[in-house]
């Protein structure tokens, strides 16, 4: 699948993105999950992984791969456990 600019999302249509971690937070109410902030040099989707607290290695700086459905929730961006590959340091990233 060829990678797609996070600005040209289109909800519901399964996507792959890559950039650079914004910011990670964990939540453990109203439910457990571990949301990233995913940013490129077009915009920021968030990541939403339910039932972690926390994926190793996923940290801000850090660059991903990410493959999913994005949805729109309360307009914001959001894709739900999507499946996601570390970008290592020395490749480029978009967001750069």
């Known amino acids: 699948m060829t990678r797609s600019a996070i600005s040209a999302a289109v909800p519901r249509r399964r996507s ?3 950039g650079r971690v914004i ?25 939403r992984f339910t ?3 926390g994926i190793p290695g996923m940290r801000p ?7 999913g459905t994005p ?8 894709m739900l456990n999507p499946l996601y590959e570390f ?6 990233c978009p967001s750069e």
């Open 16 to 18: 792959t993105f890559e």
């Open 61 to 67: 700086g850090q660059c991903v791969r990410v493959e």
């Open 51 to 53: 039932g972690r607290r």
């Open 87 to 92: 970008i290592p340091d020395r490749a480029p």
């Open 23 to 47: 910011s990670v937070t964990a939540f453990a109410r109203p439910w457990v999950r571990f949301d990233v902030v995913l940013g490129d040099e077009t915009g920021a989707i968030t990541l």
């Open 71 to 78: 949805a729109e929730v309360r307009s914001v961006l959001v």
